[in-house]
């Protein structure tokens, strides 16, 4: 989310030289955006409940604001200025996710935050925005909100994320996170919907079947949880088969996509799944979910199998991973595909969307 937010800013700062924004932050050192004539930083401390309930409207109020946009599915419950809101899914709202195993508890707590905020900002905002037709549907659904108060903006991918062929910077990033000549790439985390036993599991069976299997790099995930499940499979063996590169910079993240023989990201449920489209702009084969956006986001430009189903994952891998002319089909599709979204077309959506508030 705060990636999209920062994009956002980013391309609006681009193009609008009429409008005065104020963008209200926590004070951090890692600083990744800088003002402009008409860009503002405003920093605001307290934990996040006091940040946003409390210093948040009072801010806005003061600085009489037209719009106020919150990004990150929460708002102020008492606000006195006009509310744009993005809700980026609804997840936290459905049956038995809060506590699902696999949550940690922050956020768990998190999860009841936004079941108290949301039902309460939703009626109150003039626009809700959300990230793709696929979450728009559930959303105005389950909390009965009208199409002309909802609207679906694509994300977009960033203009770094290419094709890197350049040799000194492939050995920089091999080098730096110990990645082998050839390998899988697999966003996994703990997150419920990542899918990742499941997908872990999968890739298990591809190496079963196959007798020189690539290994798997797999961002976000703790080494002891793969001990724990392969364990669990009788599987100790095929330890050696992964690679833990540990937190990745996004900088680096073309790189390692582009030396990738496939993106491996079979989620559950996505609201839209950013890094379908990195891998396809750096033209990397895609192997992703069958369910939720998926489909709308990598259109056919991708191999689709059902996340629920470990053998089908298994097999297109291997099918993704042998095919030659799929792969060569997958590519240049997914090349094209990726340039049908863009931060600037986000950004002019949501501008459009100011206009209309004021």
């Not at 606000?79 to 899914?89: A, Q």
């Not at 709202?93 to 506590?99: A, H």
């Not at 792969?327 to 979204?341: M, S």
Request: proline fraction near 6%.
């Amino acid at each position: 989310m705060d990636m999209v937010a920062l994009e956002m800013i980013r391309q609006l700062q681009k193009i609008d030289s009429e409008n005065e924004y104020f963008i209200f932050v926590k004070p951090d050192e890692d600083r990744c955006w800088e003002p402009s004539e008409n860009f503002h930083l405003v920093e605001l401390t307290g934990s996040y409940p006091v940040w946003e309930q409390i210093k948040l409207p009072k801010k806005a109020k003061e600085l009489k604001l037209d719009v106020l946009h919150c990004t990150s599915n929460t708002a102020p419950v008492r606000n006195s200025v006009p509310l744009i809101v993005t809700l980026h899914d609804i997840i936290f709202l459905e049956k038995n996710n809060l506590m699902t195993k696999g949550f940690t508890w922050y956020q768990k707590l998190g999860n009841v935050y936004r079941r108290w905020v949301v039902p309460a900002i939703l009626p109150k905002a003039k626009k809700v925005i959300t990230v793709s037709n696929f979450e728009k549907d559930r959303i105005g659904r389950q909390l009965g909100l009208k199409d002309n108060q909802l609207v679906a903006v694509y994300n977009g991918v960033g203009d770094h994320f290419k094709p890197v062929r350049e040799e000194n910077e492939q050995r920089r990033v091999r080098e730096k996170y110990g990645l082998p000549d050839q390998y899988i790439f697999f966003f996994g985390n703990t997150d419920p919907k990542k899918n990742t036993p499941r997908t872990l599991r999968a890739y298990v069976d591809y190496c079963r079947e196959n007798e020189h299997p690539l290994p798997l790099v797999i961002g976000d995930y703790a080494r002891e949880l793969v001990e724990n499940l392969l364990k669990e499979h009788s599987a100790s063996d095929l330890m050696g088969q992964f690679i833990f590169p540990g937190y990745i910079l996004n900088t680096d993240m073309p790189a390692i996509l582009t030396m990738a023989d496939v993106l491996l990201y079979p989620s559950l449920r996505e609201s839209f799944g950013i890094p379908i489209l990195e891998g396809m702009a750096c033209e990397t084969p895609v192997l992703t979910s069958r369910a939720a956006s998926m489909p709308e986001v990598a259109g056919e430009a991708a191999l689709l199998v059902d996340p629920n189903e470990q053998k089908e994952i298994s097999d297109g891998l291997k099918r993704l991973l042998e095919d030659q002319a799929l792969r060569a089909d997958l590519i240049a599709r997914g090349v094209e595909r990726a340039r049908e979204f863009s931060w600037r077309n986000t950004a002019k959506s949501v501008l459009e969307l100011y206009h209309q508030l004021k």
